[in-house]
């Protein structure tokens, strides 16, 4: 079992940028691969970054490529995402998830929520204009 638990969203302008962070206790957080994912009210899940156990590859949503950067702290058991010039349309709230770094571990792979067995409780942001 991976615990995980989000922190760090909060309500924000326009244009600001925030840091989520998510802390994993359980089993040996450096095998897994670790995703942000975020949800709208009305909307699908969609996946926003991943990251390879030993962080040697990072994933991004094609819409926020370039605004958001992944990253992981294995001495720390923490996955973080860096959101810069967030926008309205970023309200959501945000999930991180964990899931074993195994299969084709493509991109595509990557992106899919069904490679995640773990999942947190999620962490709201608000961006407003």
């Known amino acids: 079992q991976v615990q995980l638990v989000e922190s760090g969203g909060g309500s924000v302008q326009a244009g600001d940028s925030l840091r989520l962070s998510c802390a994993a206790s359980?089993?040996?957080?450096?095998?897994?691969?670790m995703g942000w994912f975020r949800q709208a009210p009305g909307k699908e899940r969609e996946f926003v970054a991943a990251?390879?156990?030993?962080?040697?590859?990072?994933y991004y949503a094609d819409s926020l490529r370039g605004r958001v950067a992944i990253s992981r702290d294995n001495a720390k058991n923490t996955v973080y995402l860096q959101m810069n010039t967030l926008k309205p349309e970023d309200s959501a709230v945000y999930y991180c998830?964990?899931?074993?770094?195994?299969?084709?571990?493509?991109?595509?792979?990557?992106?899919?929520?069904?490679?995640?067995?773990?999942w947190g409780q999620g962490t709201q942001v608000i961006v407003s204009s």
């Open positions: 998830a964990a899931g074993p770094n195994t299969g084709p571990n493509t991109g595509s792979d990557y992106r899919m929520g069904a490679r995640y067995d773990y």
């Open positions: 359980g089993r040996t957080f450096s095998g897994y691969r």
């Open positions: 990251v390879s156990p030993l962080a040697y590859s990072t």
